[in-house]
């Protein structure tokens, strides 16, 4: 079967390293993929935003599966549009990636059905919002409703705090996505991310992870993308991983098939550990980046096999999904700056020797690109993922850590305490 991917980053990386291995693909394309993507794929020059000439590619190259890897693309109905052709895509459609796209209308959803999160408010006026402020005080938490690429959200401590975060979701600092806001109860506990695979009626876990959000050692610094992460997280035990599935992803696609939106593909909840039990913080509707690069080096399954029962509605026959037993971990090296302004352009090398140390893992690329005379070069502020397993979470990390100092990249940098939360324990 031919495969088209979409996206270029390291998730995207990630998934193409994967579904090469699968038995039963035959050519991969990817649009618009990057230098590490292809190894693997075919690159090609699409405008992944114009549908009609995504449609007509799949049609000229024989696609049988289209794999969506970033959000934005869902929120558009590029998965719609695919299945109005006929062509079969991983991901969910237009109304079901409002779990991502909206803020408000996931709490809602989950107000209806009784999944456990943070009490909240929806607003659409300043004047409506900072009343309800007023009745909640400080802290509180506000967040823009749509996509804002992971800066919409503010830990507001006190009421001045949370004041500057409505005037500057209503004065347009995120466009559309801040023209109604969520006013949520700040809940404690540590957070971890769980991911379930879903055709709509049947829902299987597919695995847990650890990111690290913030730039700096220690938790420090500005809010990022994702630093590095781990999988399995041991913090989120099979018991706990039971309960999450029942009282909150179940009935998530319950509640979205009730609705008549049913939802197909990943469901990624992001989740605090509160000493009442998980709840909900976000729901994202695509893999986690840098979470998928833990998950593709553990997964043993077949992903074509895997991603085709999600997209074609016959997961209940799928034989059970398999994990090697070991553990993975991944290591973000980012370009000096990241998440303000980068210099682009640095040059990379090394990175043939990191891989050749990276037995079941490799050197994922996110923001990269040759340049004119062939070298590798920095392109984005996230550029490598560096990407290890080993028979335990510490093996995982010395490896993935040997790896980082393998490659020559003056221009970058990365956290040096991925995994240390679990390590500790
Ligand atoms: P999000 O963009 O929704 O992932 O939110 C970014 C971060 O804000 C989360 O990873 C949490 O650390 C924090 N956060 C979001 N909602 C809450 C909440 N209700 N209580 C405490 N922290 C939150
Ligand atoms: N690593 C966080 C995300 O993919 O949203």
């Known amino acids: 079967m031919n495969v088209l991917l979409i996206g270029g980053g390291g998730r995207e990386h990630a998934l193409a390293w994967k579904l090469a291995q699968s038995a039963g693909l035959d050519r991969l394309y990817a649009a618009p993929g990057n230098p590490g993507i292809a190894a693997h794929a075919t690159l090609v020059n699409l405008a992944v935003t114009d549908h009609a000439a995504v449609t007509a590619f799949c049609r000229d190259h024989a696609i049988g599966l289209v794999v969506v890897g970033p959000e934005v693309p869902l929120v558009a109905g590029l998965v719609d549009d695919l299945a109005a052709a006929g062509i079969p895509a991983f991901g969910p459609t237009k109304a079901a990636a409002r779990l991502e796209g909206s803020k408000g209308f996931t709490k809602d959803l989950c107000a209806r059905a009784g999944i456990p999160t943070a009490a909240y408010g929806r607003f659409g006026t ?71 695979l879903t055709d709509g009626r049947t829902v299987v876990p597919f695995a847990t992870a650890q990111d690290h959000k913030r730039a700096y050692d220690n938790d ?24 999450v599935m029942r009282e909150i992803v179940e009935p998530t696609v319950a509640a979205m098939a009730e609705a008549g939106t049913p939802f197909s593909g990943v469901l990624y909840a992001g989740l605090m550990l509160t000493p009442t039990g998980p709840q909900l913080i976000e729901y994202n509707v695509r893999f986690g980046d840098p979470e998928c690069q833990v998950m593709m080096a553990r997964l043993e399954s077949d992903l074509l096999e895997v991603l085709l029962a999600v997209a074609t509605g016959r997961l209940a026959a799928l034989p059970p999904l398999a994990f090697r037993r070991e553990a993975a971990l991944t290591v973000v090296m980012a370009a000096r700056g990241y998440p303000g302004p980068v210099e682009a352009g640095t040059p990379i090398a090394g990175l043939a020797a990191a891989d050749a140390m990276l037995p079941g893992g490799a050197v994922f690329q996110a923001g990269t690109r040759l340049a004119d005379d062939g070298t590798l070069v920095a392109a984005g502020g996230r550029v490598l993922n560096v990407t290890a397993l080993g028979d335990t979470l510490r093996a995982a990390h010395d ?27």
């Not at 809010?223 to 309960?243: C, K, R, W």
Request: a negative charge.
């Open 126 to 196: 300043l004047g409506e919002a900072r009343a309800y402020l007023e009745t909640v005080g400080a802290p509180v938490v506000v967040k823009a409703d749509g996509l804002a690429a992971g800066k919409g959200v503010v830990v507001a401590e006190t009421m001045a705090e949370a004041i500057a975060a409505l005037e500057a979701c209503f004065d347009g600092s995120f466009g559309a996505a801040g023209a109604e806001v969520v006013i949520e109860e700040k809940l404690t506990g540590p957070e971890v991310s769980f991911f379930a």
């Open 220 to 243: 420090e610094g500005p809010n990022t993308g994702g630093m590095g992460a781990y999988s399995p997280a041991p913090i989120l035990t099979p018991d706990l991983s039971v309960q």
């Open 399 to 425: 490896a993935a850590y040997a790896a980082v100092a393998a490659i020559d990249w003056p221009g970058g940098f990365c956290r040096h305490d991925i995994g240390a939360r679990a390590l500790n324990d």
